[in-house]
């Protein structure tokens, strides 16, 4: 069975740039979550879909990042316009349901220059 | 806001040697705990978990109890491998949450350990 897949693994774009990232879940995981670290600090919570409804994005940092997730599959996650802080790894991972591991895919480097 | 601290690295150790790696959390619920592994190139992974006071979580020889009296889960090993090289995160999740079918972790910033054979 795949894991929790992220495209592309790294990027490189310039400020001001559009840059969308991908999280494809395991199949049949209703629960998916984007999280980002940034810096070598602490890895923080972005949002969370159940299927395609956004249950909880209270940590998405402003309007210049847009999550998707339509049709409860995969995600996208955008960000327009980018700026330098917006730098670091961006981590995807999805979970079944109650109670139930937290799986993470590879996650995205994302550097703004 | 809830939120884990632990120890600076990078640490570095020789092969055989004991692993300890503390972490400490505030939290004003009662959350589950999680040490999450990270190893060059790869996503996180799950090492270990606790979901109430007391109880100890294992995997691969690595350790940790949850102290509710000091609010800790110390990561510990007896004796580590070069293939034990990786980042380590300290993670805690509200069981509230875990009830209602959601899994919000709060992460510590990470550890980097290196171990030279």
């Known amino acids: 069975e795949a894991g929790v897949t992220q495209f592309p693994s790294h990027s490189v774009i310039e400020k001001g740039q559009t840059v969308t990232l991908r999280c494809d879940p395991i199949s049949g995981h209703d629960n998916l979550y984007w999280y980002r670290r940034v810096m070598g600090k602490e890895i923080k919570f972005l949002l969370h879909?159940?299927?395609?409804?956004?249950?909880?994005e209270s940590g998405m940092p402003n309007n210049r990042f847009l999550a998707e997730r339509t049709g409860g599959t995969y995600s996208t996650l955008k960000v327009q316009p980018a700026e330098l802080e917006d730098s670091g790894v961006y981590f995807c991972?999805?979970?079944?349901?109650?109670?139930?591991?937290?799986?993470f895919g590879q996650g995205t480097r994302l550097t703004v220059v | 806001g809830d939120s884990v601290t632990q120890m600076e690295g990078p640490v570095t150790l020789s092969e055989e040697a004991f692993l300890t790696i503390n972490c400490t959390y505030t939290?004003?619920?009662?959350?589950?705990l999680f040490w999450y592994v990270q190893y060059p190139g790869e996503g996180l992974q799950l090492l270990l978990k606790?979901?109430?006071?007391?109880d100890k979580g294992s995997n691969k020889g690595f350790e940790a109890t949850y102290r509710k009296e000091t609010t800790s889960f110390h990561l510990e090993k007896g004796s580590v491998q070069v293939s034990d090289s990786a980042v380590y995160f300290c993670a805690l999740s509200d069981r509230t949450l875990i009830i209602q079918g959601a899994q919000k972790l709060v992460f510590g910033q990470g550890t980097r350990l290196t171990i030279n054979p």
């Open positions: 879909f159940v299927k395609e409804s956004k249950q909880d």
């Open positions: 939290a004003t619920g009662y959350p589950s």
């Open positions: 606790a979901t109430k006071a007391d």
């Open positions: 991972a999805s979970t079944s349901g109650f109670n139930t591991e937290a799986f």
